[in-house]
């Protein structure tokens, strides 16, 4: 099951698809093994996981290496957050993809946000514009590729993020693009709103204040996130257990 029709179906299934969000092979194949129906990087873990940074610090080559591994080691498919696209232009985004897709990818992620000194969100007009030409190159080479577009307005914690959110969504939902993905959206009547703004399945992303998964599904969500949450968890609990084993002198507390 890794085809992007396998991929679509289970975006529009009565319940949410809880997708697995990974950082490094090994991470894959646990997901997979605890029954998650689909897979995704976190870039912000996968970029922890080598020693980057966020925000498009990890080498492009490192991202299409790990995609290339996961798609060999597990029956899923798979999905890669390609941030803002690794590129400014949208051929640069498009030679992305292509590699992405060649090494079995079925879906990627891309935001209308830039990193930087300070994140910056892209004129809508212009992003809409990026989003027409990565589907019309994708529609030329005749090979679908399931795009999730994420919007930050409410990442950004902007003081009219429901709105600017639903206005980013109804210039996007029209360019052939198969998914919208809200970052931070917690409250159930910003959801409700979103997902009654477009007829796309709408994405959002694990959080302290987030409703449970069954509550969501009553709301409307179509796919839900881990997002990097998992991964500082680990990462947290490792910390945690060197420390205390350097403490105490004994590995007893690991058996």
Not at 96 to 117: A, H, Y
Not at 136 to 143: E, V, Y
Not at 154 to 171: C, K, S, V, Y
Request: hydrophobic fraction near 40%; glycine fraction near 8%; aromatic fraction near 8%.
């Amino acid at each position: 099951m890794k085809s992007f029709e396998d991929f679509l179906t289970l975006h529009q299934q009565p319940e949410p698809l809880l997708i697995g969000n990974f950082w490094d092979v090994k991470s894959a194949q646990v997901l997979a093994k605890a029954g998650y129906r689909a897979l995704a990087t976190s870039s912000a873990a996968v970029a922890h996981s080598f020693g980057y940074e966020d925000g498009e610090q990890l080498p492009f080559e490192l991202l299409i290496q790990l995609a290339k591994r996961v798609h060999q080691v597990t029956p899923l498919p798979l999905s890669v957050d390609m941030e803002g696209g690794f590129s400014r232009s949208v051929e640069g985004i498009c030679q992305n993809i292509d590699r992405l897709m060649d090494v079995g990818v079925v879906g990627i992620n891309i935001e209308d946000s830039l990193p930087g000194t300070a994140r910056a969100l892209h004129a809508p007009d212009s992003f809409r514009k990026t989003l027409e030409g990565m589907v019309n190159h994708l529609q030329k080479k005749k090979t679908p590729l399931f795009i999730n577009v994420r919007t930050d307005g409410f990442l950004l914690g902007l003081p009219q993020a429901l709105p600017e959110t639903i206005q980013r969504i109804q210039a996007y939902q029209t360019t052939g693009v198969h998914g919208i993905f809200v970052p931070c959206i917690v409250h159930a009547d910003d959801i409700r709103a979103v997902v009654a703004s477009t007829g796309l399945p709408v994405n959002v992303m694990g959080m302290p204040q987030l409703p449970a998964f069954g509550e969501l599904q009553k709301l409307g969500v179509k796919r839900i996130s881990c997002g990097n949450s998992v991964h500082q968890y680990v990462m947290q609990a490792f910390e945690t257990k060197m420390l205390a084993i350097r403490q105490e002198q004994s590995f007893k507390s690991l058996f």
